[in-house]
């Protein structure tokens, strides 16, 4: 199956402070990409959609000031917690659309576990 | 109602037993079925994929989709320790997000 890489895999951050991850097809472009946040032994919860070249669409309840998305090409979406807080420590989990195949099968990056201090 | 609905477990089989996970929604609109295996702290992994009703079958994975009946299953035969996941259901219709189950936790036993 295709791939979909996450970077980086765990960061441990203090509050007030920023954080980036990326995400990354590595073998297919991908022109929407998801972003998941999930706690502990609950379900994937959908945090936006992002489009490469437009604005994010965020879920209802999703700051899009807090949780910034960029898609700025077909096979990198970028997702910044901005001033973090230790509520904001999660596991968040990108994946990607591969439109084309025939299947529009969403293959998920290894997630990144987030914590703030 | 929730659009999908998966019983958490957890299911606990002994080694060689035949699983069964399944998984039932409300929107008729879904064409579109996943199952995904997640390890602890790792990301999904893609499973098995069905288009609109009937069974795929994969090694020791059957995957089957009764849309009139609006319930998909997940079948292991076999199952092994390795096994030993949470498997998601999932379910979308032509480009729109997928809805995930919240996941049920299996465990094989050796």
């Known amino acids: 199956g295709a791939v979909v890489s996450q970077h980086p895999s765990r960061v441990i951050c203090k509050s007030g402070t920023s954080v980036k991850i990326e995400c990354r097809s590595l073998d297919f472009q991908a022109t929407t990409m998801f972003w998941y946040r999930q706690f502990p032994k609950q379900s994937l919860m959908l945090m936006a959609t992002s489009n490469e070249g437009s604005k994010a669409t965020y879920e209802q309840g999703v700051e899009k000031d807090k949780f910034l998305i960029n898609h700025a090409s077909l096979t990198l979406s970028t997702l910044t917690v901005t001033s973090a807080h230790p509520e904001d420590s999660s596991f968040y989990i990108c994946?990607?659309?591969?439109?084309?195949?025939?299947?529009?099968?969403?293959?998920f990056g290894p997630g990144t576990r987030l914590t703030v201090l | 109602q929730k659009e999908v609905e998966q019983d958490p477990g957890p299911l606990s089989v002994p080694e060689g037993a035949i699983v069964s996970l399944n998984c039932t929604y409300s929107n008729s609109a879904f064409q579109y079925f996943m199952w995904y295996r997640q390890y602890s702290r790792k990301g999904p992994e893609l499973l098995m994929y069905t288009y609109s009703s009937g069974n795929k079958e994969d090694g020791r994975f059957t995957a089957q989709v009764d849309k009139s009946s609006k319930y998909i299953s997940l079948f292991i035969r076999d199952s092994q320790p390795s096994d030993s996941a949470t498997y998601l259901c999932a379910m979308s219709s032509r480009n729109t997000p997928l809805v995930f189950g919240k996941g049920t936790r299996l465990s094989v036993i050796a």
């Open positions: 994946s990607a659309e591969d439109r084309t195949s025939s299947t529009d099968t969403q293959y």
